[in-house]
Each structure stands twice: as structure tokens, then as C-alpha cells.
């Protein structure tokens, strides 16, 4: 059961990041200075920092529950299941959710999201930090003994599976973005998905 404490403290550090990130999409990451954020917030700045050590982590705060999610389903797989054909099933079924996380979701305040994310360096360069640490993840849930020089392979498949399913997610958001209707873009997300690990299977 979750305490008090915990509880107050996620209502807390979720609307620090509502507050920022209304501010963000209103007029641009680089433009809302994290004292602004504070004050909307009705916090003070300390203790924004101790929610969130970057101002970049404001935004990425969203889709942390997706972090190591990967690895997770590598070793949670069914017995009999290859790893890439778990991938590739979460992934289709994050396609079916509407995981915003997979970039086929056509919702306004969503598209806009990715819009700010893809178009702000210092969001991808935090989003590259996070996706490192979520390669380290999954590699060793490859193989635990990944990172040594005799065992390359699971660290080489583990950074091409995250590249795969980051460039399909900019794909999907891409597609809706330009205006392209769900009951098009979804067929093809998931053809695109399919074809993407087919291709990772072949290659390892």
C-alpha cells in the first residue's frame, strides 16, 4: 500500500510537470525559466531541483514509467518466447493502446508533446542519456554477461532494438502529425513495425 508521504509526493512532482509542461507547449521549452515554473507551481525552486535535478526531466517525467521497460519484457517473456518476438509483440500492442510512447496517438496536447520533444536539443540529448542507460538494461537481460569483448552481440542488438522502435515512434508522430488519419496511419505503423524486427531477426 502506498503511504501518505509517497502519495503526497507524487501529487506533488506531478503537478510541478503539468504546470511545466503546459508552460513549455504554450511558448517553447527554451523559453519558461524554471523560477516561472516554480512560482505556477506554487513550490519553491529548491524544491523543484529536489523533484527534478533537470529542467529537461520536467518533460522526460512523462514517459519514465517507459524507462527499462525493454529489459522488462525481455526477462518477463513467456517460456519458449525469442526476445525480439516479445519486443516486438509489446511493441504491437503499445500500437493498439495508443501508447503515446509509440507515437501513434493522435490526441493534440500528445502530437504536440513529441513536436516539443523532437524539436529541442537538450530533450533529445536527456532522451539520448536515458535511452543509454535503457541499452545497458536490456543487453544484460540479453545476455548477462553482455559488455565483456567476448560478448558483443546482445549489446549491438540491445542499441539497434531501441534506435528501431525510436525511429518507428517518430515515424507514427510524424504520419498523424502531417495529418494522416488513424485508420491509415495504423496499418501502417504496423506493417512498419513488423517489417523493422524482421529485419533485426535477420541481422541477428
Same mark, same amino acid.
Given at each position: ?19 511545466? !509542461? ?40 512523462? !514517459? ?16 519458449? @518466447? ?11 500492442? =503499445? ?7 509509440? =507515437? ?7 502530437? %504536440? ?21 535503457? @541499452? ?22 540491445? %542499441? ?18 502531417? =495529418?494522416?488519419?488513424?485508420? @491509415? ?20
Amino acid at each position: 500500500m502506498t503511504g501518505l508521504r509517497e502519495l503526497q509526493r507524487r501529487q506533488v512532482r506531478e503537478a510541478i510537470s503539468t504546470a511545466a !509542461i503546459a508552460l513549455f507547449l504554450e511558448r517553447g521549452f527554451d523559453e519558461v525559466p524554471v523560477t516561472e515554473i516554480a512560482a505556477v507551481a506554487r513550490v519553491s525552486k529548491p524544491t523543484l531541483f529536489k523533484y527534478f535535478p533537470a529542467k529537461e526531466d520536467l518533460v522526460l517525467h512523462r !514517459i519514465a514509467d517507459h524507462r527499462g521497460e525493454a529489459a522488462r519484457v525481455v526477462r518477463e517473456r513467456a517460456a519458449g @518466447e525469442r526476445p525480439l518476438e516479445a519486443l516486438l509483440r509489446h511493441f504491437l500492442d =503499445g500500437l493498439a493502446r495508443r501508447d503515446p510512447v509509440t =507515437g501513434l496517438n493522435d490526441e493534440p496536447d500528445v502530437l %504536440a508533446f513529441h513536436r516539443m520533444v523532437f524539436a529541442t536539443p537538450s530533450l533529445q540529448a536527456r532522451l539520448f542519456q536515458h535511452m543509454s542507460e535503457d @541499452e545497458r538494461a536490456l543487453a544484460e537481460a540479453l545476455d548477462p554477461l553482455s559488455g565483456t569483448d567476448s560478448r558483443p552481440a546482445a549489446d549491438l542488438l540491445a %542499441a539497434q532494438v531501441l534506435a528501431t522502435q525510436r525511429v518507428l515512434a517518430r515515424r507514427n508522430w510524424r504520419m498523424l502529425a502531417q =495529418g494522416r488519419p488513424m485508420a @491509415e496511419a495504423e496499418p501502417e505503423a504496423v506493417r512498419a513495425a513488423q517489417h523493422a524486427f524482421s529485419t533485426l531477426h535477420t541481422a541477428f
